[in-house]
């Protein structure tokens, strides 16, 4: 065996965390080496750039691209948790890239993909999540063959699988409960109107408060940008207006009006109630433990994976949106109005 064999060896080891007698059986084909052994050896080959051995390729297999947004809210590694192992089930090697404001760009990030050969992407909350995106990025991903799907976000003509939450019905989900506790100035603390889930929260929000309050409902919206400090900012705000239960964009979003409202010297949910949005990691054991609307990440994961396989393998389902309905998760956040 050559020093280059053996360096190759102990790089490929060491990446799999396996020893290379474990590497040598499995780029030899031998047995001994179980099927989740096997594919970390594999996907040590596809990141550190070594060829396949040829009777080790799968029909297909490859590099799939998976672009999220930064990932402070639990939501976006959960999801890419999930697209990551379905892939690797399949024998596919996943490339995550999250974009952090002021750093690589989706654009670049496809760009580099391109590079590498994806066999395909999956987008989560991307540039196609903004009502006034541009399609012309996936136009071009189509026209050059290049297989992708979209998730939480809708842009009308472009050519590929949608996968989404249904915001709409949330909200109303959301309001029909704070209702039977017997609020009626609901507010709603959500993320720039410019992304098509806020548009469709506050869609459902107004439909939903319509026979509810018969003030203007503009005064209970507030838009914040995401995150803990957005929604407590957001919801000072609105506990300034006298609003009694708040439904909130994301989980995070509903930790950061929980503090607000203890700022105020009130307290959740004896003074005012708050549900969030995504049941994260961790929101049955906050204090209080968070009522939520619960995103059906793993089912929408493996939906979206589902069709990006089939966008590859030349099988395409109908590019339409296919959409998931969130679950209402009662804790102890809300409770019936004094």
Same mark, same amino acid.
């Given at each position: ?38 594919? @970390? ?38 999801? @890419? ?125 107004? @439909? ?131």
């Amino acid at each position: 065996m050559g020093t280059q064999t053996r360096a190759r060896l102990a790089d490929i080891a060491a990446q799999a965390q396996v020893s290379q007698a474990t590497v040598s059986r499995v780029l030899n084909d031998r047995p001994g080496a179980s099927a989740s052994t096997r594919q @970390a050896v594999l996907t040590a080959l596809d990141v550190l750039g070594y060829e396949r051995p040829g009777h080790l390729h799968r029909t297909g297999a490859g590099l799939v691209g998976l672009i999220l947004p930064e990932l402070d809210n639990p939501i976006f590694p959960a999801f @890419a948790q999930i697209a990551e192992s379905t892939l690797a089930q399949q024998g596919y090697t996943s490339m995550l890239c999250t974009q952090t404001p002021g750093t690589v760009s989706e654009d670049e990030y496809v760009d580099m993909m391109r590079e590498r050969d994806v066999a395909g992407i999956v987008f989560m909350s991307g540039m196609h999540a903004a009502a006034d995106g541009d399609p012309a990025r996936y136009h071009r991903l189509t026209t050059d063959g290049v297989p992708f799907v979209l998730v939480n976000g809708f842009l009308p003509g472009v050519a590929a699988p949608f996968v989404s939450c249904d915001e709409h019905g949330a909200a109303e989900l959301a309001v029909a409960h704070l209702a039977s506790l017997g609020h009626r100035r609901i507010g709603l603390v959500c993320g720039p109107r410019r992304y098509t889930p806020t548009r469709r929260k506050v869609a459902g929000y107004q @439909a939903a408060m319509a026979g509810l309050y018969d003030g203007d409902l503009e005064e209970l919206i507030e838009i914040a940008p995401f995150g803990v400090e957005g929604g407590h900012g957001a919801a000072l705000r609105l506990l300034e207006r006298g609003v009694t239960a708040m439904l909130c964009g994301s989980d995070l979003m509903a930790l950061g009006a929980i503090r607000a409202v203890r700022a105020n010297g009130l307290s959740v949910p004896e003074d005012v109630s708050v549900v969030g949005f995504d049941d994260s990691l961790l929101m049955a054991y906050t204090d209080p433990p968070l009522t939520t609307l619960r995103q059906p990440v793993r089912a929408m994961a493996q939906a979206a994976v589902r069709a990006l396989l089939d966008e590859i393998g030349g099988y395409a389902a109908p590019h339409s949106e296919y959409m998931f309905r969130p679950e209402l998760v009662v804790r102890g956040s809300t409770a019936a109005l004094r």
